[in-house]
């Protein structure tokens, strides 16, 4: 079994900046695409920025250009680094890996989250 664990959340003043980190273990099968997600309190899990093993990526609207996502889908690791943060990035951040290149190795697992608080 996947199990993933993120560290780095906190609480920080607006306009400062936070980084997140990651881990995956237990993978029986290639990762294909690790995202990180945030639900605040209240409101539905969104996906916030997501890579792929060629090192594409993907950002929500409201991050684009704040938020930036890394990592290695081979070492199992990805990072946020989330600068100028706003009180509306105040949310619950979920790290989620999606295994496989083929049907049969698909798997999709989510770690426990990490607090994010952003107020002055």
């Known amino acids: 079994q996947v199990q993933l664990v993120e560290s780095g959340g906190g609480l920080m003043q607006p306009g400062g900046s936070l980084r997140l980190s990651c881990a995956a273990s237990?993978?029986?099968?290639?990762?294909?695409?690790m995202s990180w997600y945030r639900q605040a309190s209240g409101k539905e899990r969104e996906l916030v920025a997501s890579i792929t093993s060629r090192g594409s990526t993907n950002y929500a609207i409201s991050v684009k250009g704040r938020f930036t996502i890394s990592g290695s889908t081979r070492e199992s690791t990805v990072y946020l680094q989330m600068n100028g943060l706003k009180p509306e990035d105040t949310a619950v951040y979920y790290c989620?890996?999606?295994?496989?290149?083929?049907?049969?190795?698909?798997?999709?697992?989510w770690g426990r989250g990490t607090q994010v608080t952003v107020s002055s």
């Open positions: 237990g993978n029986r099968f290639p990762i294909n695409t």
């Open positions: 989620k890996v999606d295994t496989g290149f083929t049907i049969e190795q698909i798997g999709h697992y």
